[in-house]
């Protein structure tokens, strides 16, 4: 529905039909650079690494959305959109759906990449980390894992100042890291993560 002067007005959008592939690599992105407006049905994915702004702006043109480059990413008003992510949560509580870790490996891959190119970082050793302040979407990212045949271990870390170009921040939540193991699929339990606890019982 929108206004059409003092009086509501319904307008009847049809189903878009969107080649899984595609979607997956946007769903994937939306999870880690992306949010939802509060008002205004906005959709908005955030990235300001140049070579991976060039890899999620192929991905964006793929869509039936207009998609509008900004300063620090894109932004898209469209009611459909934003009403399919919004459910999906905020930084906080983003996670999966159950739909989409039931894919086939081949598809799990895709979305993951994609997940990595906005939150992931590869280190000089050849695996990848995933890092996220959703506790739920860290768990998800395991499962994945698990799926594609690969170990990842979630490591909580405490809250820390960052820094984003020039701007300095301070955190206030905790961050998850998943540590995508590929070669040795045996987990461990790193030191860091242990401690001593009164036990009874």
């Not at 039909?17 to 769903?27: G, V």
């Not at 996670?95 to 081949?106: G, I």
């Not at 690969?150 to 909580?156: L, Y």
């Amino acid at each position: 529905f929108h206004y059409g002067g003092k009086t509501l007005a319904e307008k009847q959008s049809p189903p878009l039909y969107i080649p899984m592939d595609d979607w997956l690599n946007f769903i994937g992105i939306w999870l880690a650079e992306g949010s939802t407006s509060k008002e205004s049905y906005g959709v908005h994915v955030a990235q300001i690494n140049t070579k991976k702004a060039e890899a999620i702006d192929r991905i964006i043109k793929r869509l039936p959305f207009r998609f509008k480059k900004i300063k620090d990413g894109w932004k898209c008003y469209n009611k459909q959109l934003w009403m399919y992510l919004r459910p999906l949560g905020m930084a906080l509580t983003k996670y999966v759906p159950w739909e989409y870790k039931e894919l086939s490996p081949r598809q799990l891959s895709i979305l993951f990449d994609a997940m990595c190119l906005g939150d992931g970082n590869l280190q000089k050793t050849g695996f990848r980390i995933y890092y996220t302040v959703s506790k739920k979407l860290a768990d998800d990212v395991q499962e994945i894992l698990l799926k594609l045949g690969r170990v990842g271990i979630v490591k909580e870390r405490p809250a820390r100042q960052g820094a984003i170009g020039n701007r300095l921040f301070k955190i206030t939540h905790p961050c998850f890291e998943v540590i995508e193991r590929i070669k040795k699929t045996v987990a461990w339990l790193d030191r860091r993560d242990m401690k001593m606890v009164s036990y009874s019982g």
